[in-house]
């Protein structure tokens, strides 16, 4: 599974981006997909994750109400809306992929990933 991301930038506080993440190769269905983002002198923290198939997703306290996870099973990409952005949102964005969801959303850990972008918010 190849993972390729992209929609970083630097943002106004308030400001909004849409991260895209394009996944090629043997996925399915029942995949799980996550956005994790770790901050300067942060740890990485899982963001977001949704499923393929649909069904359950996963936010972070730290964004829910702000970010919207979302997929396209055509194009195979999946967004991360990011509204009401704020410096502490600050960090390099990574898309990851795993066989299994749960993994992503209650261990925080997948068995693919993509190479980050990064998201700057001014304040």
């Known amino acids: 599974v190849q993972l390729q991301a992209s929609g970083g930038g630097l943002v106004q506080a308030g400001g909004s981006l849409r991260l895209s993440c394009v996944a090629s190769?043997?996925?399915?269905?029942?995949?799980?997909m996550g956005w994790f983002r770790q901050g300067p002198g942060k740890e990485r923290e899982l963001v977001a994750a949704i499923r393929w198939s649909g069904g359950p997703t996963y936010y972070s306290d730290s964004v829910k109400g702000r970010f919207t996870i979302s997929r396209d099973n055509v194009k195979n990409i999946v967004y991360l809306q990011m509204n009401g952005l704020t410096p502490e949102d600050t960090a390099v964005y990574y898309c990851?992929?795993?066989?299994?969801?749960?993994?992503?959303?209650?261990?925080?850990?997948?068995?693919?990933w993509g190479q980050g972008t990064l998201v700057t918010v001014s304040s």
């Open positions: 190769g043997r996925t399915s269905s029942s995949y799980g």
């Open positions: 990851a992929a795993d066989p299994n969801f749960w993994k992503i959303a209650t261990m925080k850990e997948a068995s693919y």
